[in-house]
Structure formats: structure tokens, C-alpha cells
């Protein structure tokens, strides 16, 4: 089966400074990778996600994220961050084809202040 | 972009009522829906997968007569929390399979509290 780990609960960060948000994943076969973004009291919104192809993928709110599958990663980046972009963060794997369910992380509160 | 809608977003119950939540895809047909649950600063455990028009496929540990789910058509799914108690409390969240692509959308999440 797989699973993912998100080693970072909490990450700090002053404004406009940039961000890396950790993400390993474990699977014996092929994977897809989501990163899903979380406002208090809200639902989840996908920010960016690997199915194949280029393992550098961008997504929504300037954020990025580059799969690598050498050391089973796919760890969010953002260059510069904002005041707004405080929130829970989710990481999640799911096996290819689409039958397959989406098993998340334990999630990385991003905390930005000025 | 597709929308997934939840409601009640927010529900406050009296202990040993039934609550139901529900979940719709509004402009796309969702053959597949799950639903999650998610304690405080926590992640989010998949309850339940729910099929159009069978029966839905729980996880371990998950009581199937508790948490009530149908699938009634291709863009609604229902929780039905049954006989709720104080530990039921929680942030319920669904997401909607597209069919044609596969792709997953989420709820707002609806948050149930129940006295």
C-alpha cells in the first residue's frame, strides 16, 4: 500500500521569504502526487499535481513542486511567500489509474508573519 | 472549474439524533464519491467510498450502520451520521470523481457538533 509523510507539522516563515514544505512517499508502483491546500474551516483545494512527464510541475499561488524518484519526494516550493498563504497544507499520494483512493499526509500548517 | 457542494456547512445536534450531510457535484457527473473525516490539526482519514447506485465500500474500523452513505445519482451523495454522540463530532469532508477524467474535487467540509 501506499503512504505518504509530511516530517514537518509546523513551518514558520517571515513574508516574502521562501518556503520549502517537505513530502516523502512510499510505493511499489507507479504513483500520482497532490498537493492540497487547506483555510480554516474549509474544504481542500488542489494546488498542483504529478501524473507524468515533467517532473518539475507548477501550479496555482505561485507555488511549484518537483517530483523526484530517486529519493521518493515531491516537496512544495514557493520563492516568496504571503501573509495570505497561511494555511494547512496536505500532501497526497494516490496509485496510477483512476480506481485507485487519495491517502494524505498528516499535513504542515504554514504560518507566515511579517 | 467543477464545484462540489456541501450541506450543511455547519450542524449542531442534540446526542442521539441523526444528521444528514450532503454532497453534490454541480456541474459534473461523479460516478465515484468519498467520504473523510478530519480531527482537529489533523489529516484526513477516508471513511467510506461511494459508488452510484451500490453500495458503499467502507473503510476498516469504520461503522457502516453508524455513518449511512447512498449514491443515489451521479451528482449526490449523503452521510448520515445515525444516533450521534458527543465523539461523532468532527469536520466531514466529500470529494466527487469526475467521470471523464477522473479528477477529484473536494467540499467545503461541514462541521458537525453534537451536544
Known amino acids: 500500500a501506499q503512504s505518504v509523510t509530511q516530517l514537518d507539522s509546523q513551518v514558520p516563515v517571515f513574508e516574502e521569504a521562501p518556503v520549502e514544505l517537505r513530502c516523502n512517499y512510499s510505493s511499489s508502483v507507479s504513483v500520482y502526487l497532490f498537493w492540497y491546500v487547506q483555510y480554516p474551516n474549509q474544504g481542500l483545494q488542489l494546488l498542483l499535481k504529478y501524473l507524468s512527464g515533467s517532473t518539475l510541475v507548477k501550479g496555482i499561488n505561485g507555488f511549484e513542486a518537483e517530483f523526484n524518484k530517486s529519493q521518493t519526494s515531491f516537496h512544495l516550493r514557493k520563492p516568496s511567500v504571503h501573509i495570505s498563504d497561511t494555511a494547512e497544507y496536505f500532501c497526497a499520494v494516490k496509485l496510477s489509474g483512476t480506481a485507485s483512493k487519495l491517502t494524505f499526509g498528516t499535513g504542515t500548517r504554514l504560518q507566515v508573519t511579517l | 472549474g467543477a464545484v462540489v457542494s456541501q450541506h450543511p456547512s455547519w450542524v449542531i445536534c442534540k446526542s442521539g439524533t441523526s444528521v444528514k450531510i450532503e454532497c453534490r457535484s454541480l456541474d459534473f457527473q461523479a460516478t465515484t464519491m468519498f467520504w473523510y473525516r478530519q480531527f482537529p490539526k489533523q489529516s484526513l482519514m477516508l471513511m467510506a467510498t461511494s459508488n452510484e447506485g451500490s453500495k458503499a465500500t467502507y473503510e476498516q474500523g469504520v461503522e457502516k450502520d453508524k455513518f449511512l452513505i447512498n449514491h443515489a445519482s451521479l451528482t449526490l451523495s449523503t452521510l448520515t451520521v445515525t444516533s450521534a454522540h458527543p465523539e461523532d463530532s468532527s469536520f466531514y469532508i466529500c470529494?466527487?470523481?469526475?467521470?471523464?477524467?477522473?479528477?477529484?474535487?473536494f467540499g467545503e467540509g461541514s462541521r458537525l457538533t453534537v451536544l
Open positions: 470529494s466527487a470523481q469526475r467521470q471523464e477524467t477522473g479528477e477529484l474535487f
